[in-house]
Structure formats: structure tokens, C-alpha cells
């Protein structure tokens, strides 16, 4: 089902429309992920050239959105001024990090070229010979985009802007598994080819077999480069120092923090809900400590589910039982945002996430498990707090429902734009208004949403204090922070397999100012009802604030803060 035909515009709009389309260009994989249809067998060029060419885009579009509130100032409208400051606090920023060399040296185990580039093609279609014609298409080009990314990393290495030893070792490592010659992710890609469950011709599928083929090796050339090339000379701190980190933050965020107070309340966050667990786990065995609650909820049959398609069916059914609830209750949801699909993941790396619906809504949304090897038990309590926070209430209501607002919102502000602090800050967010409907009664579920809790602010706690160098929490004695203090760290408060856990440590490590951005984000949304409860008082509607918030689209929270107070009473 498409969008409404309906639209706003003005020239505000057109502005970010062209940018959005421009951009769209010189970065055909965002355009897939983020649904923009007509770059499929394309990839992004990652070379030296290509962040030149957006970085000139960034600036170019700045200058408009300067000129335009320079010249039209009186004739822009709430949903002007709100586009014209979130294009500038977020292509300022992207601009920010071009400049300092932050994308082109981009290496990580979670969010960089080389997940990218393998992650596109499990959000293209693939109902029609045509669609893989498309895949094969783009499979063939990705030798050329992993080149390009290899000329910049090369280039960046002799500025003195090497990367981290630790993400260059793991980063190797997930290139020689996406390109296995007999059972990476591009070849089973290949073999598992079909239309719709019918056989594709011969002539295709040997295509297919081919660029898949071509792609692999790609990949294992990528792998021996980081070995060979960058491994030897490889930074061996994971800390990225003050400078660094207080852009991660702010680019994560849409805000800036006060970094040493975040660390001091992270803290004491997580004191409070580690305390508030063991009460829980006092309700579900009386003299219970919390990791005797856990084995008691662990062998529950009831809360138990074996095999990766059973898990699948069973976040299915509560995913689709409460869109049908909150649909009747607590928000308006339109016909084509109902649906999410859940799915198992190709990839075997641990983590959930979430992938929105295409501008016309032919892909839905989907949440995506990518299960560690070897896991086929699973224990429901722990994720029925996750399925609120991937789904609805949390990232599909936030994301689909402004993909679909064409009438309020132009494409660039529906499309384009998404800040992590604001979205997983909403999805937290999203997880505790569940319990405070209701939905979280049950002890078992309300430990999981605690535990998640914990876990998302006890990585506030360490990653401010790895990247920032800071003095350990007294728990952790005398000295600052590194990955050995932080791995205690995290195995102390974190109740997740260590297979899993490990790969979250190297996320932190390598992707600075990201994971504290949930905790933060939420705490940032927290504090802005709260300032509209106080603005409205005794006519503030819980239920209109959402809505109202939700309008407004994925900004940045210091762009939404001012989005919503502005008409408030002074």
C-alpha cells in the first residue's frame, strides 16, 4: 500500500528533496536501507573521491538551507523552520566528521563499509528474475566499492589516522566469513536463489553464481589487505581521546552532554536499577538473589523456546497481538504500518535490529535476530521487552509511522534523517511506557526490561570511561579505564552469553559515543516531557505528547526539544 499522494510544498521542502535525491546518488547503499528505490545495482563509492564529492554535496546544501532562511525567514512555517534546523545540525555534523576524516577511516566490527556493503543485500527485493538480475548486478559491483574503501583507509593510515588494532583483527576476520568460498554469506546468498519459490533459468542462476563468486573474493582480498597492509601499523589503544568522543556524541545524540556528568549518572542509574532488580527477583522466588531469579526463569518450560523458526513465530505473534492492542488504545496506527515482519538474520554476529518499511511500503518493516552460532535455546522473558523496543511501540511505530506522513513531511525529513539518540532513545523510552501500561506485570518480563535497562546504562558508565580515559568506578579499584577493566566491567552487569558479549565489547570500543546514546537518549526524552507536563500542566495529555513528538520525525533531540517548547508558555 503507498503513502498518501498528498504533500507538502514549499521551498524549504524542495531544498531537502533534492539533497535527499543527490545524495541518494552518491550513496545508492543508504538510498536501499533507507528505501528509496532506483539504486539497487549500485553500490557506494567509498573512495578518497567519493567522500570528496559528499562532503561538496554537504557543502553546497548548507549554503542553500543559509540562503534560504536568510532570504524567506518570514515566509517559513513551523515545519520549515524545524527541516531548515535539523538539515543544519545534521549536515553539519556529517560535514564535521568528512572533515577530520572521520568516515573515510570508518573500521568497525558493527558499522562500517565492510557490514554495509555485505548488509544491502538483505534488504533488496528478490520476488522477480528481474530483482535478481538487479542482485547480480550489484554483486559484480562490489570489488570496485571495497577498492575505493581500500584507497582511503590507505590514505588515512599515512595522514597518522590508523585505526584500532583490535577492530582491524575482528574486521579480517568477518571479511574471510562473508567470503568463504564454500560457505560465506555470498556464496549461500547465491545458492539459495529463487522467485518467489520458483527455479530461476540456468543461464541467471550461473550468473548469479558468478557475481556472488566475484564478491567473495573481493572479500577475501579486503581481509588480506587489513592483515597485511594496515594490522602491522595498527593503533593498539581502543581510546579515541576527548576531541574525538565529544563528536561521536554529539553526531549520535543531536545533542551535546555533559560528558563527566553522564559518566557520574550512568552510574548511579545503574545502581538504582540493579536495585529495583532485586526486588524483582524477590517476587519470582522469595530470598532469591537476582542470578537464582534468572536460573528459576530459565528452567521454566513455560518461558522456554527451542529452534531458531519457533523463537521467529513466537516474536511474531506478540509483535502482531500488540500492534492490534496499542492500534485500539494508546496510538493511531495507519493500516500500512501494522504489519512487521520478524526474522531471523543471515548473519550470526549476536544483536538484534531494525530495518523501516520502503517509501511505498512493498518492503515492511522488519526486525532482524542475528543469533549467534551454535544458540537454538531461547528464553522468552528475556525479549518480550525487545520486541516492544524493535516494534511497537518502539523503532517501527517511530519509524514507519513518518514514512508515511508524505502530507506533513517532505521525503528528506521521513527518509533521510534518523539520529540514534532520538531513536533509541524513543525506543527505551518505549519499553518503560509498556510497563507503566501494564505490559510488563509479569515478573519474568519485568526482569528482562530491568536487565536490558542495566545493560544499556552500564555501557554509558564504559564507554565514556574507556574513550575518555577516566578513573574506574570504585568496583573496579584504582586506575583508568581499559578493554580488561571494561570486560569485568560488563561480564558484572551484563547477564548475556559471553560469545555475545565479547562482540558487544569490541562494538563499544570501536564505534565511539554510539551505544550510550539508548540511555542517554531515553534520559533526554525523560526530561522533555517532563518540561511539557510542566508547560501544559493540568491540560497535558501523555497521550497527545506522543503523537505531537512522534510528528515531528527523527531530528536530533536539541532540534526536537526546541520543536516542541516553542509553543509552549514561557
Keep these: 500500500m503507498a503513502t498518501p499522494s498528498a504533500a507538502r510544498s514549499s521551498a524549504v521542502d524542495h531544498l531537502a528533496e533534492r539533497y535527499l535525491e543527490a545524495s541518494a546518488a552518491l550513496d545508492p547503499i543508504s538510498a536501499t536501507n533507507v528505501g528509496l528505490s532506483g539504486y539497487d545495482d549500485r553500490l557506494t563509492d567509498y573512495s578518497p573521491e567519493g567522500h570528496a564529492a559528499r562532503a561538496a554535496l554537504l557543502r553546497a546544501t548548507l549554503r542553500e538551507v543559509d540562503a534560504a532562511e536568510r532570504d524567506r525567514s518570514a515566509d517559513l512555517d513551523r515545519t520549515d523552520r524545524i527541516t531548515v534546523a535539523a538539515l543544519r545540525e545534521r549536515l553539519g555534523l556529517e560535514l564535521e566528521r568528512s ?241 512487521l515482519d520478524c526474522r531471523i538474520a543471515p548473519t550470526e554476529t549476536g544483536g538484534i535490529y531494525y530495518t523501516p518499511p520502503s517509501e511505498d511500503f512493498s518492503r515492511p518493516g522488519a526486525m532482524w535476530w542475528s543469533v549467534p552460532k551454535g544458540v537454538e535455546d531461547f528464553s522468552t522473558w528475556r525479549e518480550v521487552t525487545t520486541v516492544f523496543h524493535e516494534g511497537v511501540p518502539g523503532h517501527h511505530l517511530q519509524c514507519a509511522q513518518t514514512a508515511y506522513r508524505a502530507a506533513e513531511l517532505n521525503r528528506w525529513r521521513r527518509l533521510g534523517c534518523w539520529v540514534s539518540g532520538h531513536g533509541e532513545g524513543w525506543a527505551l523510552y518505549a519499553e518503560r511506557l509498556m510497563a507503566d501500561l501494564g505490559h510488563l506485570d509479569d515478573p519474568g518480563a519485568r526482569l528482562g526490561m530491568l536487565d536490558g535497562q542495566a545493560f544499556r546504562a552500564a555501557r554509558v558508565v564504559l564507554d565514556i570511561g574507556v574513550h575518555l580515559q577516566l578513573p574506574v568506578p570504585p568496583e573496579l579499584g584504582e586506575g583508568t579505564w581499559d578493554a580488561e577493566r571494561a570486560w569485568t566491567f560488563l561480564r558484572r552487569h551484563a547477564r548475556v552469553g559471553e560469545q555475545l558479549l565479547g562482540f558487544e565489547l569490541d562494538r563499544y570500543l570501536g564505534w565511539p559515543g554510539q551505544a550510550p546514546s539508548y540511555k542517554v537518549g531515553e534520559r533526554i526524552w525523560l526530561d522533555l516531557r517532563e518540561q511539557v507536563r510542566t508547560a501544559e500542566g493540568a491540560g497535558f495529555d501523555l497521550t497527545a505528547f506522543h503523537r505531537r513528538a512522534l510528528d515531528v520525525g527523527s531530528v536530533g533531540l536539541d532540534v526536537l526539544r526546541t520543536a516542541l517548547l516553542e509553543d509552549q508558555p514561557a
Design 99 to 339: 572533515t577530520l576524516g572521520e568516515t573515510a577511516r570508518s573500521l568497525n566490527v558493527i558499522s562500517s563499509p565492510v557490514q554495509d556493503v555485505r548488509a544491502v543485500f538483505d534488504l533488496m527485493p528478490t520476488a522477480t528474475a528481474q530483482d535478481w538480475q538487479t542482485v547480480a548486478a550489484r554483486l559484480l559491483a562490489v570489488p570496485e566499492a571495497l577498492a575505493g574503501y581500500r584507497l582511503s583507509l590507505t590514505d588515512e593510515a599515512r595522514a597518522g589516522r590508523r585505526p584500532a588494532r583490535r577492530q582491524v583483527e575482528k574486521v579480517a576476520a568477518q571479511c574471510a566469513d562473508y567470503g568463504g568460498a564454500d560457505a560465506g554469506f555470498f556464496v549461500t546468498f547465491a545458492a539459495g536463489a529463487d522467485a518467489d519459490g520458483a527455479p530461476l533459468s540456468d543461464e541467471l542462476r550461473a550468473d548469479l553464481q558468478r557475481s556472488a563468486a566475484t564478491a567473495a573474493s573481493a572479500y577475501r582480498d579486503l581481509g588480506h589487505f587489513l592483515r597485511t597492509d594496515l594490522l602491522p601499523d595498527a593503533d593498539p589503544a581502543d581510546a579515541v581521546g576527548e576531541e574525538r568522543y565529544r563528536l561521536g556524541s554529539r553526531y549520535f545524540l543531536g545533542a551535546a552532554v555533559d560528558l563527566l556528568e553522564t559518566y557520574e549518572w550512568g552510574q548511579d542509574e545503574l545502581a538504582r536499577i540493579e536495585a529495583e532488580m532485586a526486588r524483582v527477583a524477590e517476587q519470582i522466588e522469595p530470598g532469591a538473589d537476582l542470578y537464582r531469579a534468572i536460573e528459576v526463569l530459565d528452567a521454566d518450560p513455560a518461558r522456554r523456546i527451542h529452534g531458531r523458526e519457533e523463537f521467529r513465530a513466537w516474536m511474531q505473534d506478540l509483535s502482531d497481538r500488540t500492534v492490534a492492542e496499542l492500534g485500539q488504545t494508546h496510538f493511531d496506527i495507519p493500516e500500512p504500518i501494522r504489519r
